[in-house]
């Protein structure tokens, strides 16, 4: 028998999904909430196109960043924002933004330790590819170059064998 689930329930799920640190898997996820792992990841799909709304409200479901996604000064703004707040109020926040409190601690630890040299995906992402391009591009050169120097030895084998001729 199928279950039916209430479009709220989809909403805070995706939410739940969406808001997880990269190190939770999705299928733990879907474990958690009792549902299964291709239904959640159609619920994201969905709510990605704006196509999960809510029946109460009517509105769609906002399209609100996941807690990875947020720049620095986004971050350095909600931890200020939470530092004269007592607990029950930062979760209140943090409900308001799609967060958990563990986020703000851990990005709180973040500027207490410093710049690390460690990359964001998505600059990791364009580095990679931008590695790709140039290896591509020095590939296509060495054929070049080879082919080249192919044609120059032929060259000179030809004139040696058959001759130099001015008129050509």
Known sequence: MRRQFT????????????????????????????????????????????????????????????????????????????????????????????LYPHHIKQWKQDFAQGPTTKLAKSDSKQLKQEIKQLQKELNRKDKALAETAALLVLKKKADALWGFNEDD
Request: aromatic share 6%; net charge negative; with cysteine.
């Open 7 to 98: 479009q709220e329930f989809k909403v805070q799920a995706v939410e739940k999904a969406l808001s997880q640190c990269d190190d939770v898997r999705l299928e733990d996820i879907a474990d958690d909430l009792g549902v299964g792992y291709s239904t959640l990841q159609r619920w994201i799909a969905l709510a990605k196109k704006h196509q999960l709304e809510t029946h109460q409200t009517g509105s769609q479901m906002t399209a609100e960043k996941r807690p990875q996604d947020w720049s620095l000064e986004e971050r350095l703004s909600a931890i200020i924002d939470c530092g004269h707040l007592d607990e029950t109020a930062i979760n209140e926040y943090c409900r308001n933004k799609g």
